[in-house]
């Protein structure tokens, strides 16, 4: 038996299971219910927003034999016979096929021939703007003045194509963008139907990359079940399937921003391209991150347009005040440009990554806002270097070599012995991860091994993508299972994520050196 996509399988067939056009189904019901029936609509929103299936209701509400308060009753012949395409008096019609007079001229000239069952003669024109000017001249007079038993749907997503003549002979409804929490909803409704375990996490994330079509999200909820078909569903798989980003990584590229810091972002830039994510989709989500920093800076009361969970809002609202306003702004601009060319680009690494060197660098630009960053960047160098002055006079007046003794930062001291099995990882280290699948390698392959309380080992990771990526509970579960492989013992793991070499050095000891001067004095 053939497999029949979600968006096809749960294609609504009442008003009642039509999502977030509420407005619509409510209108539509009471001229049902009062006999008011309209002589031409059109349906006009975004793609996947429910225009061809409200279209297709309405066909068959209008000719049931047992209508309901819901529609159609799906059950009478009509309405079979509607729903199996095998009925004359619902015709359905592309446009973007069939947009020539002589196309229209037909249906006007079938228009004149009464139903031969039913009471009405439905034609649902699908993507109407398509038509040539021709083409709308031959419908207009149909349109305007058509027989009692005629009914026009025309549905489109650029109404502003559509001669003024069409829309004033129209009723016109306007199909808004489904809300995430509607697509999240109907989608949990959906897979405990199908009985296939989902995070809700994993189905807001398919939700809000929808962005508002419903069908969008069936076809994605499809595409990641496929990928991991027999598993539960989860959000790290989900971002893995579409090729997302996790919103972690944000953080630390703003951090890098702010820093001035152009080789933090490019290595972070390539962690996530070496980790297969989609640019296109990482230049929208980061442009999602800030534009919710700046409406957490403009008020306090958007938690129902910005769309995180209270944790996440908690952190945005910590973020924002590292960050000024002008800044997001220049921001912005400059990721929502990116954005309308990076589709199109066969380099878009590169374009990604000299956007970064211009938030990085605001004299690339002559924006207003990038003149403010620009005074803001000089007015901290100045701040830092009157710092500097006042901690170095008092030193000045000591000898050279105290002045030395004052600057060196105390590294830490190893207060136990290590044990066996981790020496032997530390002196493995290289094999080990070359035995370890990517992603996963590619991450440990720069890390830094260093012992923890309770003789953990202590695994060091530059933050970024692969802080987030080796933290996660599933992930660091493989790591301990591949070095108790290794040395016949379990081993405890800890993640720790440092800014730099010198950061690790101040804040551990340094294994592969103790180690080594171990093994050095065995060989003497």
């Known amino acids: 038996m053939s497999y029949t996509a979600l968006y096809r399988k749960f294609r609504p067939a009442t008003f009642a299971e039509v999502k977030g056009q509420d407005h619509i189904v409510t209108t539509l019901r009471n001229q049902l219910k009062a006999g008011r029936i309209g002589h031409a609509y059109l349906f006009t929103g975004t793609r996947g927003t429910g225009k061809t299936s409200v279209a ?20 009478c012949k009509t309405c079979k016979a509607i729903a199996a395409g095998a009925s004359m008096n619902v015709i359905e019609i592309d446009a973007a096929s069939n947009n020539g007079v002589d196309n229209i001229r037909e249906i006007v000239e079938e228009v004149s021939y009464s139903p031969a069952e039913g009471r009405y003669k439905v034609y649902i024109i699908d993507e109407v703007h398509m038509l040539s000017i021709g083409a709308f001249n031959a419908l207009l007079k149909t349109l305007e003045e058509p027989p009692s038993y005629v009914i026009f749907i025309l549905a489109t997503t650029d109404v502003h194509k559509l001669p003024i003549t069409i829309l004033s002979r129209c009723q016109r409804y306007d199909f808004k963008r489904i809300s995430i929490d509607t697509i999240a909803d109907r989608m949990r409704e959906l897979v405990d139907r199908e009985q296939v375990q989902v995070e809700d996490k994993a189905l807001r994330y398919i939700a809000k990359t929808a962005d508002g079509s419903m069908r969008d999200a069936l076809s994605l909820l499809d595409q990641c079940i496929a990928f991991h078909l027999g598993n539960e569903l989860t959000y790290d798989m989900a971002l893995d399937v579409l ?36 640019l296109t989709q990482f230049v929208t989500d980061f442009t999602w991150y800030l534009r919710n920093l700046m409406l957490v800076q403009v008020s306090e009361n958007l938690e129902d347009v910005i769309d995180v969970s209270s944790d996440n809002l908690a952190r945005l609202k910590e973020e924002a005040q590292a960050v000024s306003f002008d800044q997001l702004v220049r921001y912005i601009h400059i990721f929502s440009d990116l954005a309308g060319q990076i ?58 070599s105290s002045l030395a003794a004052s ?18 990882i530390v002196r493995s280290w290289s094999g080990i991860v070359n035995e370890i699948s990517y992603p996963m390698k590619s991450y440990l392959k720069g890390a830094r091994l260093s012992l923890g309380s309770d003789n953990q080992l202590i695994v060091a990771i530059r933050d970024g993508v692969g802080i987030n990526y080796m933290e996660d509970e599933a992930h660091l579960a493989v790591l301990e299972q591949e070095l108790a492989n290794f040395c016949g013992k379990e081993v405890k793991v800890i993640i720790r994520a440092v800014t730099d070499e010198q950061d690790f050095e101040n804040h551990y000891v340094d294994l592969s050196q103790v180690i080594r001067m171990d093994i050095e004095e065995e060989d003497e």
């Open 56 to 75: 297709k209701i309405l066909a068959r509400a209008v000719n049931c034999e047992n209508p309901t308060e819901d529609g159609p009753c799906g059950e």
């Open 407 to 424: 600057v060196q930062t105390e590294r830490p001291k190893l207060e136990r012995a290590v044990p066996e099995e981790i020496q032997g």
């Open 343 to 400: 589709r199109y680009s066969a380099q878009k690494r590169v374009m990604v990554e000299i956007a970064l060197i211009k938030l990085c660098k605001p004299e690339m630009q002559e924006s207003q806002e990038a003149v403010l960053d620009r005074i803001r960047q000089v007015e901290e160098q100045v701040e830092k270097a009157q710092q500097g002055a006042f901690s170095l006079a008092p030193m000045t007046q000591n000898a050279g």
């Open 243 to 278: 090729g997302a980003v996790d919103t972690g990584v944000f953080s630390n590229l703003l951090r890098y921003v702010l820093d001035r810091n152009v080789a933090g972002c490019i290595t972070l830039l390539e962690e996530i391209v070496m980790q297969g994510r989609e």
